[in-house]
């Protein structure tokens, strides 16, 4: 009679990984790895962001004369009020006009914004926590200088010559007299003559009405 029994097959080991969740281990340690990368990434780039921040803010200044740049210089002295070499939203505006850019309230901000630095402190320079935000933003000077650099090169020199004749054109006439440069020399300290004056207007004064005009001021400064 043939035998019943059956060949036996061998066991597969189904049972011993029932159940077992996949291994993550290297996906966590890649996860890690690619984080760890992104982040020193980051950081480089943000190393050299501020490396060529610092450049660009030296080749501007270079750009400047000396008695510019001693002009920013003396501003940022003069209103930094507690001399930590740093200027919050109120020193600013009031050293920016100081140099001749009475700016808008925005504008100021979008500066502190874009330039500015964390108060060391969660407070304002005035101790103040209830002040707004932007009050805690403070400027350092080379951040200063960057700022009123781009706006002083970027300056068209009429403006500038213009804004020089406004001084010596006391009321708004439109014109220099010979009782407007007196003034100025007087404030200055500097002991002209009457006849000095006068020959300078009339050196300058080109349609003989004894002032100089806007135009020959213009002139007699772009020559």
Avoid: W
Wanted: proline residues 5%; contains cysteine.
């Amino acid at each position: 009679m043939a035998s019943s029994s059956h060949p036996s097959f061998p066991s597969r080991p189904y049972g011993a990984n029932l159940g077992k969740m996949p291994d993550r281990s290297l996906g966590a340690t890649f996860g890690a790895s690619t984080t760890q990368q992104q982040r020193e990434s980051a950081r480089l780039e943000r190393e050299r962001e501020r490396l060529e921040k610092e450049r660009m803010e030296r080749e501007e200044a270079n750009q400047l004369t000396e008695e510019q740049r001693e002009e920013i210089k003396e501003a940022f002295n003069l209103f930094d009020l507690d001399k930590d070499q740093r200027i919050d939203y109120h020193e600013l505006k009031v050293a920016m006009k100081a140099l001749g850019f009475d700016l808008p309230k925005q504008e100021i901000l979008s500066i502190l914004q874009t330039h500015g630095q964390p108060s060391p402190s969660t407070q304002s320079k005035n101790n103040n926590p209830s002040l707004p935000t932007h009050t805690r933003l403070l400027l350092p000077f080379p951040a200063f200088q960057s700022v009123m650099a781009q706006r002083i090169l970027a300056r068209d020199p009429r403006e500038e010559i213009l804004r020089a004749f406004e001084l010596f054109d006391e009321g708004g006439k439109g014109k220099i007299s010979l009782g407007d440069l007196r003034r100025v020399a007087r404030e200055l300290g500097e002991g002209l003559e009457e006849e000095e004056l006068g020959a300078m207007i009339d050196e300058f004064d080109m349609d003989g009405d004894g002032a100089i005009s806007r135009e020959e001021f213009l002139g007699i400064c772009l020559s």
